[in-house]
């Protein structure tokens, strides 16, 4: 189970740090991930960070938000810096591993996140 929390409303050029904790064992297996989805938009990649620490980022946020993990907190961040009111959006995170010929997915409650002055 992945819980996400942070969102809330912040004026542009301000800073956000959205969380996710997961629960059950084998988080540090797992290819965490931050998708957003904004109004009459798909569901697309913010980031994601690797078992063994490796980063992606969308075009849209390079340079502006970086992902990390605390493997021993079983938790995965997004620090969001100098948010543009086209960052609001619901944030969603992921957590993936393939393992064998069968691949796990799963999906946490998205937080909400509104830049707006």
């Known amino acids: 189970q992945l819980q996400a929390s942070g969102g809330g409303l912040v004026q542009p050029g301000g800073s956000l740090r959205l969380s996710c904790a997961a629960s059950?064992?084998?988080?540090?297996?797992?290819?965490m991930g931050w998708y957003r989805q904004a109004p009459g938009k798909q569901r697309g990649l913010v980031a994601s960070?690797?078992?063994?620490?490796?980063?992606i980022y969308a075009d849209t946020v390079k340079g502006r938000f970086t992902v990390s993990r605390d493997n021993a907190e079983n938790t995965v961040y997004v620090q969001m810096d100098s948010l543009k009111p086209e960052d609001t959006a619901v944030y969603y995170c992921?957590?993936?591993?393939?393992?064998?010929?069968?691949?796990?997915?799963?999906w946490g409650q998205g937080t909400l996140v509104t830049v707006s002055s």
């Open positions: 960070i690797s078992p063994g620490g490796s980063t």
């Open positions: 992921n957590a993936a591993r393939v393992l064998g010929i069968s691949r796990y997915v799963y």
């Open positions: 059950g064992s084998g988080f540090r297996n797992y290819a």
